[in-house]
């Protein structure tokens, strides 16, 4: 076995993501979440912060809207514009939250970050300066989306098991265990085309946010109307107990 401390799944092996994630199962049921916050918002342009390989993008593309996918993953972004390169109205680019450029000031009026992507920052710091740059490339009563998990709603110390999922000789299986404040997300790895089978294991730490954290650096933000919900679909309110927490701000 090897265990892969220091190195991202996801920076190692961006072709194979969409595989992990099963993309092809979930692009039915994503498309209508992506319409339901068309609905809800009614954009011309759209951020995509944390696009990953570009599916969330795609989708916006789809539907006619000029939208821009940005990652702080290169290997994420270059396998973003192998998927999805082709389509009309979309691009990649390769960015962090934490210093969005300025030519993108004030010129879209939706952003979404969906996917947990928003504890990829790592601290309460980042937390605000990502939030303070959203509400900077978002025009003047323009729109952020967050969705992140709930994690007190997971109880300390459990191991939650995510997907197993299996493509051709690989299969992958996924699962979450909380410690305090951390999030830790592991990723097995087993590829039966090698000889022996190779067997990775991949950890990836995540410092999560209170739902009054969250709210909190929105308002010092400058964000307004600020709504919570437990689903991107926004037909239930967020409680205690739902397993995401989804956020609706106006600039």
């Known amino acids: 076995m090897n265990l892969q401390r220091q190195k991202s799944f996801f920076d190692i092996y961006p072709h194979e993501y969409d595989m992990l994630t099963d993309a092809a199962s979930r692009r039915k049921n994503h498309k209508k979440e992506i319409q339901a916050i068309i609905k809800l918002t009614n954009p011309s342009s759209v951020l995509d912060a944390g ?8 989708l916006f593309g789809e539907f006619g809207l000029k939208t821009v996918g940005i990652d702080r993953s290169r290997g994420m972004i270059s396998q973003a514009k192998e998927n999805y390169g082709d389509i009309e109205k979309i691009r990649f ?10 030519n993108m000031h004030n010129k879209y009026d939706l952003i979404v970050c969906l996917a947990n992507s928003i504890s990829g920052v790592g601290s309460l710091s980042n937390l605000y300066r990502s939030l303070n740059n959203f509400n900077k490339v978002l025009k003047d009563d323009g729109v952020l989306v967050l969705q992140l998990l709930n994690y007190i709603s997971i109880v300390d110390g459990e191991f939650l098991p995510i997907k197993v999922t299996r493509h051709d000789n690989l299969i992958y299986q996924r699962f979450s265990e909380r410690r305090g404040k951390l999030l830790y997300i592991y990723v097995n790895r087993l590829d039966l085309n090698s000889n022996p089978p190779n067997y990775e294991m991949f950890r990836h730490e995540f410092e999560n946010f209170t739902p009054k954290e969250v709210t909190d650096s929105l308002k010092r933000a400058r964000f307004r109307k600020i709504k919570r919900f437990s689903n991107l679909f926004f037909d239930k309110d967020f409680t205690k107990s739902s397993r995401d927490l989804v956020v609706v701000a106006h600039k």
């Open 51 to 58: 696009c990953a390989t570009g599916l969330t993008t795609s």
């Open 93 to 102: 680019q390769s960015s962090s939250f934490e210093k969005l450029p300025v």
